[in-house]
């Protein structure tokens, strides 16, 4: 998968990944050299191979950070209608899964934007008790770089794509 070529097909596949799982796994590696993987719900892709997510519950990412910015996000598409009507024929119509490798960056405060992007995208959920306490009062977030983009491939079923 081309980072550069492929960015729309991959952002519009974190979005749907986004709406089935409200979360994806962000893997990064401790100063020990064990891998840790962090569940994100407020990643953001730009336009440019580059992204962010709000800080507000991590803990492993920001300390291993200090030591090995490498990072790998797992997107999955987990809708039932996608993974049904493709176990029926028999073929993925587009990939399950995507995985993107960068490196974070630093941390800063959000602005008037990200903010809004972040409450445009929670918004079905605004109305709820557990929204407020997961994404409100977000003020920080970290940047990402991407530097390579690898579709999760899955034998005959992806064989097509």
């Given amino acids: 998968m081309n980072l550069q070529k492929d960015w729309i097909q991959i952002r519009k596949h974190f979005n749907r990944s986004f709406r089935t799982n409200f ?9 020990e050299g064990n891998p840790t993987v962090t569940p994100i719900g407020s990643l953001f892709l730009n336009n440019n191979q580059t992204g962010f997510y709000f800080e507000k519950f991590t803990s492993k990412l920001p300390d291993n950070y200090k030591h090995n910015k490498n990072i790998c996000i797992l997107g999955v598409n ?25 490196q974070l960056g630093q ?8 903010i809004k992007r972040l409450n445009s995208r929670m918004s079905s959920t605004r109305w709820l008790k557990g929204n407020h306490y997961l994404w409100g009062k977000m003020d920080f977030v970290r940047e990402i770089t991407f530097t390579k983009a690898e579709k999760v491939n899955l034998g005959k ?4 794509l």
């Fill in 107 to 114: 941390k800063r405060k959000a602005t008037d934007i990200d």
């Fill in 23 to 31: 979360h994806v796994s962000i893997a990064s590696v401790d100063k």
């Fill in 157 to 160: 079923m992806t064989g097509k």
């Fill in 78 to 102: 987990s809708g039932m209608f996608f993974w049904l009507s493709s176990l029926f024929k028999g073929n993925f119509k587009s990939y399950p899964a995507i995985k993107l490798y960068g």
